[in-house]
């Protein structure tokens, strides 16, 4: 098998949705808002995380 054989490496959004450990996000309520939109943008990447608010 050479190189050009090989089959493509698969993309980061498949490799994501291959995960399927529990994840749990969590935020403070008072958190900087950058927080917040760092964990909004892995909800939509990983919607099967389940996120809790402290």
Not at 9 to 30: H, N
Request: hydrophobic content about 40%.
């Amino acid at each position: 098998m050479t190189a050009t054989d090989a089959a493509p490496e698969p993309s980061a959004e498949a490799r994501r949705q291959r995960i399927e450990d529990q994840l749990t996000q969590a935020g403070g309520e008072r958190s900087p808002a950058n927080l917040a939109e760092r964990l909004d943008a892995i909800q939509c990447a990983m919607p099967h995380a389940e996120r809790v608010v402290l």
